[in-house]
């Protein structure tokens, strides 16, 4: 049985192999709220499965298809595998969060903070 794909967090010439799915977090740097997006490795790159978005404004609204679930816009995305992700940090705001089977660690735990940009893939 072949292993499970993962996905890895690249950047400033370290990388981390993560997971086979993540949870993205982040705190928009306007509105201060958060968005959250499961990520999931597959042959044909990385899929985002579903999006969770505590609220809407400063250019950052909730997909059209998003439902309202108690505090969260909540969507399930149909695009296409991306080969890879670029993050960008810009150090005015708090550092990504990523989750693997639940438990959460700051980006900065894992790559330099001052790694800029940083790449999300699915592990070679």
């Known amino acids: 049985m ?5 996905i890895c967090l690249s950047g400033a010439g370290a990388t981390v192999r993560l997971g086979a799915a993540i949870t993205l977090l982040w705190t928009h740097s306007v ?3 958060e968005w959250a ?3 999931r490795a597959s042959a044909e790159g990385l ?7 505590e609220g809407s404004g400063a250019g950052m609204e909730p997909p059209p ?6 505090d969260r816009y909540v969507a399930h995305p149909r695009a296409a595998p991306l ?7 810009s150090g005015a ?10 438990r959460c660690t700051q980006m900065s735990d ?4 001052g790694a800029d940009p940083v790449t999300l893939s699915v592990c070679p």
């Open 2 to 6: 072949a292993a499970p794909l993962l």
């Open 31 to 33: 509105q201060k709220t």
């Open 37 to 39: 997006e499961d990520w």
């Open 47 to 53: 899929t985002l499965t579903e999006m969770r978005i």
């Open 65 to 70: 298809d998003a439902v309202l679930q108690g």
């Open 83 to 89: 080969p890879s992700l670029a993050l960008r940090r």
């Open 93 to 102: 705001t708090a550092d990504y969060r990523i989750c693997v089977e639940g």
């Open 110 to 113: 894992l790559l330099p903070a």
